[in-house]
């Protein structure tokens, strides 16, 4: 019974931690995506503002213009130009940060992977542990209101527990908690 009761607890503690390692790299990978996207949307704003520039400087009418141009018209022009690679800068400043964030977000969901692969092996090793430990050389022989009889390695031994009054408002299962009031042990080997 015993046995039944801490593979169930099992069960459930290892249904728990996989729902929650899902979540987490649930979590994570749509970070991921948001973060990607807005790389995707940076990049095309530069690449936009850096194509505008490029068309800017390499026009030839540029050049005409600023020996036919009145320092008005230069001013303006001037003034487009300072405007657009002030946008660039902004657009790269953006670019850099995005980066930041993206790196840190990687190495955030490399700490959740390590974390989830760490406690993946604890798991494994815990239920290793309790399958060493999970002895099939006992039963529950007897188990009463009043006492519960375990007989270990094959009947050879036998443990008498002698339950008292119940505890109030402590409950095992469906079944209020009882006080142990003996434990005894006796070998049937004679």
């Not at 527990?161 to 079944?175: I, K, L, Q, W, Y």
Request: glycine share 2%; charged share 35%.
């Amino acid at each position: 019974m015993k046995s039944h009761f801490i593979k169930e607890s099992k069960i459930l503690a290892h249904n728990e931690k996989e729902a929650l390692y899902s979540k987490l790299l649930q979590s994570a990978q749509e970070q991921y995506e948001k973060l990607q996207s807005r790389i995707a949307n940076t990049d095309e704003l530069l690449k936009e503002a850096e194509s505008c520039l490029a068309d800017l400087k390499a026009d030839s009418e540029w050049e005409e213009c600023e020996t036919d141009c009145s320092d008005d018209e230069m001013e303006e022009e001037d003034s487009e130009s300072r405007k657009l690679e002030e946008e660039l800068g902004s657009l790269k400043a953006q670019e850099e940060e995005l980066q930041r964030e993206l790196s840190d977000l990687e190495t955030e969901n490399e700490q959740i992977l390590a974390q989830m692969k760490h406690l993946q092996e604890d798991e494994k090793s815990c239920q290793e542990l309790l399958e060493r430990c999970n002895f099939t050389e006992w039963e529950i022989s007897e188990w009463s209101e009043r006492q519960a009889v375990f007989n270990f390695l094959h009947d050879s031994i036998e443990l008498t527990v002698a339950f008292g009054t119940p505890v109030d408002g402590d409950v095992f299962g469906e079944n209020p908690s009882r006080k142990i009031v003996s434990l005894s042990f006796e070998s049937l080997l004679d």
